[in-house]
């Protein structure tokens, strides 16, 4: 089993411990495509692959196509600042 985290660049709060561990945490840019990110680490064999809320927002393929693959697990971290507006 290969896990993943994908989160913003901009994004300093999400995965702080799994960074710290130096697990494998990568960051896309707001203006990079983030399916192709997600398609590119389902190439390399990363079978669970957790991303930010933000992130998830910006994939068009979360629901109409990772939800049906069997060899891929995407989980939606929740955002920790409910307050947020």
């Given amino acids: ?4 985290w994908l ?3 901009n994004d300093n709060k999400s995965f702080k ?3 710290n561990f130096g697990m494998d945490v990568f960051s896309v ?3 990079e495509n983030v399916d192709n990110k997600i398609d590119e680490l389902i190439g ?3 079978n669970t692959i ?3 809320n933000d992130v998830a927002g910006l994939s ?3 629901n109409k196509e990772y939800l049906y693959n069997k060899n891929v697990n995407i989980v939606i971290s929740k955002d920790r ?3 947020k507006k």
């Fill in 7 to 9: 989160k913003l660049d």
């Fill in 81 to 83: 600042d409910n307050n």
């Fill in 17 to 19: 411990i799994p960074t």
């Fill in 29 to 31: 840019n707001s203006t």
């Fill in 44 to 46: 390399k064999n990363y």
């Fill in 50 to 52: 957790i991303v930010s």
């Fill in 1 to 4: 089993m290969r896990i993943s």
């Fill in 60 to 62: 068009e393929k979360i």
